[in-house]
């Protein structure tokens, strides 16, 4: 069995927990269920045949014992009758004597010294008949019954189980044979003689210990040899199992050992065969992909000398457009802008293909990113009012430091405040900074368009768009949020988002300040308390950022941080 499935069962203060440990290992082990089935199988065979064994010897040795005491018997009342024949005493005195000697050869021919002798109660009244008999160990034993059926059967022979004293005065099993004796002179006489069976008993209990012990033995030793065959069978299951294992997590080189032509043999066989077409395969798959990243990358850098020379004309056409007749100013107006997204959609496909390549380096330092999302909605400020958007900054937390690349995280924050504003259908957007033990987290939300739980899913993807034939207003490439996502995850953070179709949607970025990423608990909710709202209530934001609040929260942000630090 797993280390797993020797988990202390029995431990102290567990056993409530038992049942459900061992249903628990039940399920799961299946060497611990060849085992028990095994065992319970065999037992219950076991106990069968046993007891089976056990009854047919106790009635083969008690009839055994029975017709011997039944022929002892037989001999001792001839015995007894032939001395009693062969005598002609008649007075009383040498009628006991007479008796006294039948009774001693019955003693010796029977070999059993318990005896009873009875005159039989109808026989007439003699002064000179010899008295009854009883020795010690048949007080009480024989039952009227048995002696009525000696008394009604003159020449008969009957018998009864009784219990009876043994050598060592303990009662056991016994049986009392019952006959008659013709008396001289004095009449009939009840002759019983009883045998005690204890040795019998004895050997019958001997017997059944022995097997009893046999039976355990015998069911340990198969329990001990299924769980030898299970483990030689199952071992290699057990391997192929974590071989499989290890596969899916990405070791790719790893295969089962291939040993002997069975069963299992086979099983290894194509277990191996089919990890090595998946290797082949993933490696195809992976080449190709860095084929591929590297085309992108090549050909983003290949096009950024002729984009130069075109924006460097472009430039020196657009600054001269007031020269030129009205068509050709707007062309040349045109050209700038385009020019301009183009160097955009390069650089963002630069990006991409640097973190395709691995390449990307964190340049941390320690940042407020209370004072960050206030630069950044300052530098969108205008945008913002030109789309009728008003911006607010609630930050009830998140004012120390954080250790992270600012370039970076303003590049998130920007691209979600623009695709808020883009979205917002002119309504507020609010940017909340927040943080606790575990994390720092900033999120924007906006109260416009939304999208669908479809559309949320796929937010990420690159050059993926909920509407690619809306007008662009603010230019983007398609690759903004995917690019936000890479930065997020450079961080070890986590971007994510809550959406719904005409009430708007929530982006938020979380980053861990421990290193147990299971710890990290996000400071801010990603569904807002407010769902089906339109716009943010009027009291719970901070009025949209000017420049000079910025200021005097920076001011006072520092001076907390210094209280602080001190
Ligand atoms: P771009 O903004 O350049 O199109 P992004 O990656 O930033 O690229 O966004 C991808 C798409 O996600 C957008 O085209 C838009 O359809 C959707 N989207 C992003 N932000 C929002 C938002 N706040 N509200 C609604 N849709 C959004």
Redesign the pocket.
Known sequence: MSAADTSPLFAAGSWRETPRRLAALWHRSLQFRTVIITLGLSGLAILVIGLYISFSIASNLFQDQRERALAASNNATAAAQSILESSDASDRASLQAVMGSAIEAAVSVSGSADYGLFRDPDAAANPSAPPDRLSRNLGGVISPELREQVQGDPGGQYWQSVSIPGTDGERGPGIVVGSDLEVPTAGRYELYIGYSLAEAEQTLAFMQVTGTVGAVALLALLSAITLVVVRWVIEPIRAAATTSRRLAAGDLGVRMPEKGEDELATLAASFNGMADSLQARIRELAELSVMQQRFVSDVSHELRTPLTTIRLAGDVLYGQRDDFPGPTSRTVELLHQQTDRFEQLLGDLLEISRYDAGSVTLATEPTNLVHLAGDAIESMHELARERGSELRLEAPGGHLDAEVDPRRIRRIVR??I???I???EGRPIVVSVDSNETAIALS?R?Y????SED?AA???????????S?M?G???????????LEDAVVHGGVLD?W?KPGR??V?RLTLPRTSDAAQVVSPLPLAPDDPDAEAPPRTRAVPAVDADEVDAQRRADDRAREVHDA
Do not use: C, K, Q, Y
């Open positions: 691209n979600l623009g695709n808020a883009e979205h917002g924007v906006d416009g368009l939304g999208m559309d796929r937010v990420f993807d690159r050059f993926w768009r909920a509407d690619p809306r662009r603010i230019g983007g490439t398609g690759l903004g949020l995917a690019i936000s988002v959406s708007g949607s982006f």
